[in-house]
């Protein structure tokens, strides 16, 4: 699981408590993110636009966005949701210090998944991609991509939420599949994704 954050654009705090409403009908078994849009709403003041974050894996951050679209579709918000995540997702970032320590194949510090992460959601789609340096361990100690989709109610939103929001959190599997974690490569098989990096008989 990893960080999914989204706006209210409107500024009305309504729409963000339609959207707490629509996760948690979403998923009912998550307990901890039950618990978490329980507390949020009682203790998190909001500053700014009305905004909340939480953790969703692999196909639930694509079902959420693309759920969020419908609501804006079907005006049950009054303007559109933007979504974006932490930049220190699992497929983003190269931290030899914080989180790529210790990887299991020794790539700590390989910037190419954070880069490759930037790429797959320009091509995907995504509103706004950024690349940077700095996340929390000082400035070049680690390389972090991040991005941001608009949910407009539009079918081509859609489309683009539902590929960003697949490929951004997929890259983070198939990176940690790449160094050999067990949990990384039954996630890979669960959700079909591909890993050419290990097919053989090229």
């Not at 500024?11 to 618990?35: C, I, M, S, W, Y």
């Not at 905004?51 to 639930?60: D, F, K, N």
């Not at 020794?106 to 930037?118: E, F, P, V």
Request: glycine content about 12%; overall charge neutral; proline content about 4%.
């Amino acid at each position: 699981k990893g960080p999914f954050r989204w706006v209210a654009l409107s500024g009305d705090r309504k729409d963000l408590h339609r959207t707490d409403r629509l996760v948690a009908e979403l998923f009912p078994e998550d307990e901890h993110l039950q618990r978490w849009i329980r507390l949020a709403q009682e203790r998190v003041a909001f500053q700014g636009l009305p905004a909340r974050i939480c953790w969703l894996g692999q196909g639930e951050r694509a079902r959420f966005g693309c759920a969020l679209n419908d609501l804006v579709k079907r005006g049950e918000v009054s303007a559109p949701v933007v979504i974006g995540r932490d930049h220190l997702d699992t497929g983003s970032v190269a931290s030899p210090f914080r989180e790529t320590e210790a990887m299991k194949d020794g790539s700590d510090a390989i910037a190419d998944w954070a880069i490759l992460n930037a790429l797959l959601n320009t091509a995907s789609g995504a509103g706004w991609v950024s690349f940077h340096h700095g996340g929390g361990v000082g400035i070049g100690n680690s390389l972090h991509a991040g991005q941001v989709s608009v949910a407009d109610g539009s079918a081509s939103a859609g489309r683009r939420l539902e590929r960003v929001l697949t490929n951004d959190p997929g890259i983070g599997v198939a990176r940690h599949a790449d160094a050999g974690y067990p949990e990384a490569l039954s996630a890979a098989r669960r959700h079909a994704i591909r890993l050419p990096m290990r097919e053989t008989g090229d």
